[in-house]
């Protein structure tokens, strides 16, 4: 499959008006290379690394967070791949590749399984080749869509997706860069409202409870430098509303590094991220 050539033209926009592609600059740090930089990756730039040394001096345990982000990524997709049955992901806020991208856990354990990513930065659509490395029996897809443009990417997904079967959407370390006021909410609703019941919806938060107030102040601080995202901290109540009309798979609303984790995986270490997956019931 071929990278989608169309980026996000206002097509479908949510009702928030507000989505927009990310413009390449160097000169600011861009969420999705300040986590490439705190992963050990190499595609970031000298902005990136400032905003990234200046928050992990105000917030140490950002780096441990973004690991253990990743290692339930892979953990929440080989759940969906090889407990629920799910052979169709619409993974929004890709990142720049890195080992272990969703198809490549799904795929490992059902070829046939099909991928559409999303995500609205440069740097990721120039890398996007990685991510249509499909096993054969499978596909991938890649679309440059602001989360907030839900038409778009609707209407772009389902050129690979079949949106009458289950889905799983995940949104992993994307919807706090939603502000309130562009309704991180309705646009869940929306995407959720797209999909059949069976279908799985998979969310990591920066959690509201698991920081103290002054470090989230003094990383809003460092992230005001970053371009449109810095991060909204939200309750575990706030996440729990993004799962209605879904039954949360057990173990529920937990820490990222909490949900399953491998045998014999080192707990002293704590995120300051929720997460949790659902399952749409019937209507
Ligand atoms: C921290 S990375 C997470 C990558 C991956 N989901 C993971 O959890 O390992 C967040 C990604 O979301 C993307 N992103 C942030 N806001 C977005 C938006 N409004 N629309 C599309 N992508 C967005 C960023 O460009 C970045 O690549």
Redesign the pocket.
């Known amino acids: 499959m071929t990278a989608s050539e169309s980026p996000s033209d206002g097509n479908g926009f949510g009702d928030s008006g507000t989505?927009r592609s990310?413009p390449f600059d160097t000169s600011v740090a861009?969420?999705?290379r300040v986590?490439d930089y705190v992963l050990g990756g190499k595609d970031n730039y000298a902005a990136d690394r400032a905003a990234t040394e200046a928050w992990l001096k105000i917030d140490p345990g950002m780096a441990f967070s973004?690991r253990a982000?990743?290692a339930f990524?892979g953990r929440a997709v080989r759940y969906l791949a090889a407990e629920a049955g799910i052979r169709q992901f619409l993974?929004?806020?890709?990142?720049?590749p890195t080992a272990g991208n969703t198809h490549q856990v799904a795929q490992a354990i059902a070829p046939e399984t099909r991928v559409v990513y999303?995500?609205?930065?440069p740097v990721?659509l120039a890398h996007a080749r990685a991510l249509l490395d499909s096993h054969e029996a499978g596909a991938t897809e890649y679309i440059d869509?602001?989360?907030?443009d839900t038409g778009t990417i609707l209407d772009q997904a389902a050129r690979l997706l079949d949106f009458s079967r289950p889905v799983a959407v995940?949104m992993?370390?994307?919807l706090h860069?939603?502000p309130d006021s562009d309704d991180p909410h309705a646009i869940v609703a929306k995407l959720m409202a797209a999909v059949p019941a069976g279908s799985h919806l998979a969310v990591?938060h920066v959690g509201a409870e698991l920081l103290d107030r002054d470090k989230q102040d003094g990383v809003r601080g460092v992230a005001d430098r970053m371009v449109q995202?810095t991060p909204t901290y939200r309750s575990r109540e706030q996440i729990a509303r993004f799962f209605e009309g879904a039954d949360l798979v057990e173990p529920g609303i937990v820490r990222v590094e909490e949900w399953r984790p491998a045998p014999g995986t080192d707990s002293t270490a704590t995120s300051s991220m929720w997460c949790a997956l659902g399952r749409k019931r019937t209507a």
């Not at 993974?91 to 720049?96: A, L, N, V, Y």
């Not at 869509?145 to 907030?148: E, G, I, P």
């Open positions: 989505s990310l861009h969420q999705a986590y973004a982000n990743r990524l993974d929004i806020g890709t990142g720049i999303v995500d609205y930065d990721v869509a602001d989360l907030r995940t992993l370390a994307i860069a939603i990591s995202q």
